[in-house]
Structure formats: C-alpha cells, structure tokens
C-alpha cells in the first residue's frame, strides 16, 4: 500500500525552527520529486516547495524562500522539512505529497498525500 | 506570477449537476487537475490532465479545460460530494505549482 506518514508538527513560538518529516512506503521513492504543501486554517492550500527524485533540484514559494529548506533521504525513504524563523502565518496543517506527471511538459499532479501534521506558531 | 480564480462556492440540489469553474490565463495551454477536500483529510485527486479520473474516483466526475476556464462538472450530486474543490496548475515559466482558491460545494 503506498503511503506517506507526516511528524514532527507542534507548538512553536515565533522565530523559532522545527523539522517536518515524511516517511514514505509502498512505492518506489527515489523516482519521485516530492512536495510539501499546507492549509492554513480556514484558507486554502499553498504549495510551499517540492525536491526532485535525486534531491539536487529544489523550489520554493516566495513565502517561504530563505527561511524553509526541504531535504530528503532516499535510503531512508524520507522527506523533510526544516523551518526556520517560524512565523505566527506560517500556522497550518503541513501535507507531504508525490508528484505524478503525464505526457505534457506541464502535466503534474499529486498523488497520493500524508494525513498532514499540524504546527501552531503562536506566542 | 500565475493566478487561479475559482467560485467560493456552489450550492446543487441532490441528484443535479454541479459545476466547478476555474479561470486563469492561458489556462487551456495548460494541464488541469482537481482535489476535493473534506475537513480533517487529506486532498483526494479527483482528475488529472483536465479530465482523466484516477481509478476508485466515480463516473459521475469529470472534468475539461477550453479557452481560459477549466471546469469540474459532478453529474447526480450525492450528500457525500460536499466538500471543498481545489484545482491546481503547473507553472512551467516559474516551476511552481498553483492551486486555485477553492471553492465549498454545498448540496441541500
């Protein structure tokens, strides 16, 4: 069965960092990029950054850039998330998800996603 | 950068049909996919390339893409398909994934 397990999420106060895992199983990882993309609550999703299957191709939004670094083991099988200066915005449900592409250059989608974990930045 | 503009939200009775719209620009040279979205879940891929339906996704979704407006179309609504509908680009300019504001499909 393949699935993606998120952890790490917490209260944190701002400024402060955490480090998002994702631990993944029943597919083959490496060929994967992988992404992280949240909901803060009660808006809707933000893709945050995504990491290609060799790990040496990484992207991220302009809200994160600078202050996020994501990462990834591939004998572990493992995604992450490092989040630095953390601010009370940067509060929502974290999701790890698969890329899937199609036939056209521009043709990605993600499939499957982990259940998230929640982080809290709140003084 | 690229924008998503989607309904905040649509109301269908039971059994009708409910349409989804999002609309950017040049949005037919791109790829459409959607996820539904329920409190407290994970996003599900409902379709991917404007309108292939993943296996274990019903008949009932599908989904187009033409000029600037893609398009979820849900035939015989159940109570069940209420939730949250995202769609979702890939900028190919930028390298970033887009994913439109949402929209809450209510059915009553």
């Known amino acids: 069965e393949v699935q993606l397990v998120e952890s790490g999420g917490g209260l944190v106060r701002p400024g402060e960092s955490l480090r998002l895992s994702c631990a993944a199983s029943?597919?083959?990882?490496?060929?994967?990029?992988m992404n992280w993309v949240r909901q803060a609550p009660g808006k809707g999703l933000e893709w945050i950054s995504s990491?290609?299957?060799?790990?040496?191709?990484?992207h991220y939004a302009d809200s994160v850039r600078g202050r996020f670094t994501i990462s990834r083991d591939n004998a572990k099988k493992s995604l992450y998330l490092q989040m630095d200066s953390l601010r009370v915005e940067d509060t929502a449900v974290y999701f790890c998800?698969?890329?899937?592409?199609?036939?056209?250059?521009?043709?990605?989608?993600?499939?499957?996603w982990g259940q998230g974990t929640l982080v809290t930045v709140s003084s | 950068s690229y924008d998503l503009t989607q309904p905040p939200s649509v109301s269908v009775s039971p059994g009708q049909t409910a349409t989804i719209a999002c609309s950017g620009d040049e949005l037919e040279s791109k790829f459409v996919c959607w996820y539904r979205l329920n409190p407290g879940q994970p996003p599900i891929l409902v379709i991917y390339e404007n309108g292939q339906r993943p296996s274990g996704i019903p008949e009932r979704f599908s989904g187009s893409n033409s000029g600037k407006t893609a398009t979820l179309t849900i035939s015989g609504t159940l109570p069940m398909d209420e939730a949250d509908y995202y769609c979702q680009v890939w900028d190919s300019v930028t390298e970033r994934v887009i994913f439109g504001g949402g929209t809450k499909l209510t059915v009553l």
């Open positions: 990491i290609s299957g060799t790990g040496d191709s990484m």
């Open positions: 998800a698969t890329s899937r592409s199609g036939a056209g250059a521009s043709s990605k989608w993600f499939d499957p």
């Open positions: 029943g597919f083959s990882f490496t060929y994967y990029t």
